[in-house]
């Protein structure tokens, strides 16, 4: 089955120290968004990637980061994570950039910060 | 500044009788909505969407409405079953003139329903 797939499912790391979260697909879509959820907040687009075009939102943090090195693959990097930055992360992709296809979301990585 | 609003965090349903989510946004630019539903652990799957050109969508047991003037789009599952048990979130995009959705998506912060047998 094609797929949205998170790794890790659960990620510790240390306030301060650098931590990359993994998302890849199987659907060859043109779009990869990430999106953190706090708590019982709403998830929120941090930046999406259309094609090699890097989009970021005009409140996203400078300590967030994120890479696309092919189709299938985007990675969400956290320069130095503090307590705020503990949340669920979700990746989701699009075929096209305008669309009315649905997002497709991976299962999420939980980041928690010691 | 939180433009969609989904302003019941929880409902309590008896198998088979209707469930009725409700959702407001403040955003006029907004013309195309969706519903997601998520289970516990799992990502968000897509249940229904709508576009600003029509008030109302169905697929089955669920059902979109959306009146424009007042901001407010509901879901309606019947009848509703144990099985729909779980958070649902409402999101919403702006649409060029032909109703196709930008993409960018901004969610309200979910509605748990629960559906006693």
């Known amino acids: 089955d094609a797929m949205v797939i998170q790794n890790p499912r659960y990620q510790v790391t240390q306030f301060g120290k650098p931590v990359t979260l993994s998302c890849s697909q199987t659907l060859n879509h043109n779009v990869m968004y990430w999106y953190q959820q706090k708590s019982s907040q709403a998830p929120k687009l941090l930046f999406h990637?259309?094609?090699?075009?890097?989009?970021n939102e005009a409140d996203t943090p400078d300590n967030f980061q994120s890479r696309r090195p092919n189709t299938s693959f985007c990675f969400l990097d956290i320069r130095s994570p503090g307590l705020g930055d503990a949340a669920m992360y979700l990746c989701?992709?699009?075929?096209?950039?305008?669309?009315?296809?649905?997002?497709?979301f991976g299962d999420g990585t939980r980041l928690s910060i010691l | 500044d939180q433009q969609v609003k989904q302003n019941s965090p929880s409902l309590s349903v008896q198998e088979g009788r209707i469930s009725i989510l409700n959702c407001d946004y403040t955003n006029s630019m907004f013309d195309y909505f969706l519903w997601y539903k998520k289970y516990p652990a799992e990502g968000p799957t897509f249940l229904i969407s709508?576009?600003?050109?029509?008030d109302k969508n169905e697929d089955g047991r669920f059902t979109v409405f959306l009146n424009k003037s007042a901001k407010h789009l509901s879901l309606h599952i019947v009848p509703s079953q144990p099985g729909d048990s779980a958070v649902y979130f409402c999101?919403?995009?702006?649409?060029?003139?032909?109703?196709?959705?930008?993409?960018?998506?901004?969610f309200g912060q979910g509605t748990i329903l629960t559906v006693h047998p």
């Open positions: 999101a919403a995009s702006e649409a060029n003139a032909g109703g196709t959705s930008y993409g960018k998506l901004t």
């Open positions: 709508i576009s600003s050109i029509k």
């Open positions: 989701a992709t699009s075929p096209f950039r305008y669309s009315n296809q649905p997002q497709h």
């Open positions: 990637y259309y094609d090699k075009d890097f989009n």
